[in-house]
C-alpha cells in the first residue's frame, strides 16, 4: 500500500452491516477503500432482520440492491395488533408509497444473511478491500492520514488511511480512543430474540402480517416472517434467566397455538440501549452505526438508522476527496445526523416500546391517514437539518403526499429524457442536481451544462422542441406528475444532492439567466462547481 496520500484508501473498521453499506458507498463514488474487521468470518448471531425502504433506496444506489432483494421476503404491510385479543388495530400499508419511491415495501432478511450478499458485492466492486482478523489496537493521527495499528495472525501492521471510519460497534474501540462519550442509559430489560422452523402457512395456516407487532402490557411480541423461518421477539424482564430450549417452545405454542412441527433454529439475547455519542468526529476519525448511536430497534430503528450515516457521510468524502468541496464540507455529518438519532430514531424507538406495553395510548407518531404512517414507518420522512437552522423532522402526517421542503429526500419518481426514462434517485446518484420547473417553449435561460458535480435539467409536461436548445437537458414530466409531487409553483430551482435529499428550493427568473444552482453549490460545499475540460 502506498504511503502517497493521494492514493490512500479512507480505512473503515467493522464489517456489520453499517461498515460494508459505507464502504460500497466510497467504492460507488470511486474512492479507494480498505475494510478491517477483527474477527475471521462474518456474525452468525440471530440480529436485526427488517431493512426499511430509505435503506433500500441506499442499497439500489450502491448497486446492491438486486442481490439483497433475491435474498429477502417482501411485504407491503406492518400490523399492529393486540395480543390479548389478536385482533388488529392499525395496519400500515406501504403500497400507498408509489408516488415516493420505487420501492414501497420493506423487507426482512436475517442480518447473518444479510452480511454475505455485502461481501459479495462489495469483493466485486473493490477486489481486496475486505481484511478479515485484523483487530484495531490503536491509531495515530497526522494531518494527512491516521496510521491504523493493526494485530492479526501474521503479527502487528501498521497501515495509513486518508481518514478513519468506525463502523465497529457499540463497544467501539476508535470512539474510547477518541474520548467520546456515551450518553443515554442501558435498560434493564432485555429482549430475547428466537428463530423458529414452523409451517404457519400449509400445515397450521396463519394469517399474521409478515411484520406484526403484538402490543400488550404483560409481554409484547414481535412476530417476523423471515425468508425461511419466524422469528419471535419479546422482553426480558430484568434478572431473569435465560429460558431453556423446552420454555421457548412452550412459550412459542401459548401464542401460536399447536403445530405439528416445531424447531428452534437459532436464539440471541441482547441489552437495549438509548444511547449517543457526544462527537461524532475528531479530527480524521469519524464514528457511524453503532459507535455513534445504540438505538433500541424497535420498529427496526437501529440498523436502518446506521445506513442513513452511511448514506451522509460518503458523498462528502468523494468530494473533498476528488476536490470538488472543501473539507468543511464534513461537518455537515454530524449536524445532520445526530438529531435524526437523538431526537428521532431513539425517541421513536422510546415510544414505540412505550406503546407496546401499553403503557402509552399512542406512540405518537401514529395518524389517522396511512400515507403519513407507511412514510414514518418506511424512515422516508427524515427531513435533515441542511442549512444548520436545526429545522428538521422525521414524521409525516395525513392520507395525502405534502409536499416536499428543503432537506426532505427528495420522491423518486421516472422522468423521460433523451435516452428513455430516468428515475429522479439515479439522475442524482453522484452529483448534485438542479431541477428547473418551468416552460421549455419560453427560452429559459439554463446554465451551461459543463460541469460534473453539478446538472442542470428543465422538467415539464411541456417537451423541449428541437430547436429550443435545451433537449439534451429536457425531462419531459407527462401530467406534470413530478411537480406536483414536489408541490412547489412554475419557474422554481430545486437543487438534489447526490444522496437524494434536496438542499434548497428558491424562485427561478427564467429570463436573467443568473446561476442560482452554482451559488447554492458554492455555500454548500465551499468550492464553485468544478468545470468539465475544455
Same mark, same amino acid.
Given at each position: ?25 466510497? &467504492? ?13 468470518? /462474518? ?77 459479495? *458485492? /462489495?469483493?466485486?466492486? &473493490? ?36 481518514? $478513519? ?13 477518541? @474520548? &467520546? ?28 402480517? !409478515? ?40 412459550? %412459542?405454542?401459548?401464542?401460536? @397455538? ?51 450515516? %452511511?448514506?451522509? $457521510? ?7 476527496? *476528488?476536490?470538488? &468541496? ?6 455537515? !455529518? ?19 416500546? %412505550? ?46 403526499? $405534502? ?9 423518486? $419518481? ?9 428515475? /429522479? ?9 438542479? /431541477? ?50 414536489? @408541490? ?47
Amino acid at each position: 500500500m502506498s504511503d502517497t496520500t493521494e492514493q490512500l484508501p479512507v480505512g473503515i473498521v467493522g464489517a456489520g452491516p453499517v461498515g460494508l453499506v459505507t464502504a460500497l458507498g466510497l &467504492a460507488h463514488y470511486g474512492v479507494p477503500v480498505v475494510v478491517f474487521e477483527e474477527d475471521e468470518r /462474518l456474525s452468525l448471531d440471530t440480529k436485526a432482520g427488517t431493512v426499511l425502504t430509505r435503506t433500500l433506496e441506499v442499497l439500489h444506489r450502491y448497486g446492491a440492491l438486486d442481490d439483497v432483494l433475491a435474498g429477502s421476503l417482501r411485504i407491503d404491510e406492518i400490523g399492529e395488533l393486540d395480543r390479548a385479543t389478536n385482533t388488529q388495530t392499525l395496519s400500515v400499508r406501504t403500497g400507498d408509497l408509489t408516488e415516493d419511491t420505487r420501492f414501497p415495501f420493506i423487507i426482512n432478511i436475517p442480518q447473518h444473511e444479510l452480511e454475505p450478499i455485502l461481501r459479495q *458485492r /462489495l469483493d466485486a466492486t &473493490a477486489p481486496g478491500a475486505l481484511h478479515m482478523g485484523h483487530r484495531l489496537l490503536d491509531f495515530v493521527q497526522h494531518p494527512d492520514r491516521v496510521d491504523l495499528r493493526l494485530r492479526t495472525a501474521e503479527g502487528e501492521r501498521t497501515v495509513p488511511v486518508r481518514y $478513519l471510519l468506525a463502523c465497529d460497534g457499540g463497544r467501539s474501540v476508535v470512539r474510547e480512543q477518541i @474520548g &467520546a462519550v456515551v450518553e443515554g442509559e442501558t435498560y434493564q430489560e432485555r429482549y430475547m430474540l428466537v428463530d423458529l422452523k414452523v409451517d404457519l402457512d400449509v400445515e397450521n395456516p396463519r394469517d399474521y402480517p !409478515y411484520l406484526a407487532y403484538f402490543g400488550d402490557p404483560k409481554e409484547w411480541m414481535i412476530l417476523v416472517r423471515q425468508p425461511h423461518c419466524w422469528r419471535f421477539l419479546y422482553p426480558l424482564p430484568a434478572g431473569q434467566a435465560e429460558p431453556s430450549r423446552e420454555e421457548l417452545v412452550d412459550k %412459542a405454542r401459548r401464542f401460536i @397455538g399447536n403445530t405439528k412441527t416445531l424447531e428452534i433454529v437459532g436464539t440471541n439475547i441482547y441489552n437495549v440501549h438509548q444511547r449517543v455519542a457526544d462527537r461524532w468526529q475528531d479530527g480524521r476519525v469519524f464514528l457511524l452505526g453503532d459507535a455513534a448511536h445504540l438505538i433500541t430497534p424497535m420498529w427496526a430503528l437501529g440498523l436502518n438508522t446506521g445506513v442513513l450515516d %452511511a448514506s451522509n $457521510l460518503p458523498w462528502r468524502m468523494a468530494w473533498v476527496l *476528488r476536490g470538488w &468541496a472543501e473539507e468543511s464540507l464534513l461537518d455537515g !455529518y454530524q449536524v445532520e445526523q445526530e438529531p435524526v438519532a437523538t431526537k428521532g430514531s431513539a425517541s421513536m424507538a422510546a415510544a414505540a416500546r %412505550a406503546y407496546m406495553a401499553r403503557r402509552a395510548d399512542d406512540p405518537g407518531v401514529m395518524t389517522a391517514g396511512n400515507w403519513g404512517n407507511a412514510f414514518t414507518r418506511a424512515m422516508l420522512g427524515v427531513r435533515l437539518d441542511v442549512d444548520g437552522t436545526g429545522d428538521w423532522s422525521m414524521v409525516a402526517a395525513g392520507d395525502e403526499p $405534502l409536499p416536499v421542503l428543503a432537506g426532505a429526500r427528495s420522491p423518486d $419518481l421516472p422522468l423521460f429524457g433523451q435516452s428513455g426514462t430516468v428515475h /429522479l434517485h439515479d439522475l442524482v446518484a453522484d452529483a448534485f442536481v438542479a /431541477l428547473y420547473f418551468t416552460d421549455p417553449r419560453r427560452g429559459p435561460a439554463l446554465p451551461p451544462q459543463n460541469s460534473p458535480a453539478l446538472r442542470h435539467h428543465v422538467v415539464s409536461r411541456w417537451d423541449a422542441p428541437h430547436d429550443s436548445g435545451l433537449r439534451d437537458r429536457a425531462l419531459f414530466d407527462p401530467g406534470d406528475r413530478v411537480r406536483r409531487r414536489f @408541490g412547489v409553483a412554475d419557474d422554481t430551482l430545486v437543487l438534489v444532492r447526490p444522496d437524494g435529499h434536496v438542499a434548497a428550493i428558491v424562485p427561478f427568473d427564467p429570463a436573467t439567466g443568473v446561476d442560482t444552482a452554482a451559488q447554492l453549490y458554492a455555500r454548500i460545499t465551499g468550492c464553485p462547481p468544478p468545470r468539465d475540460p475544455a
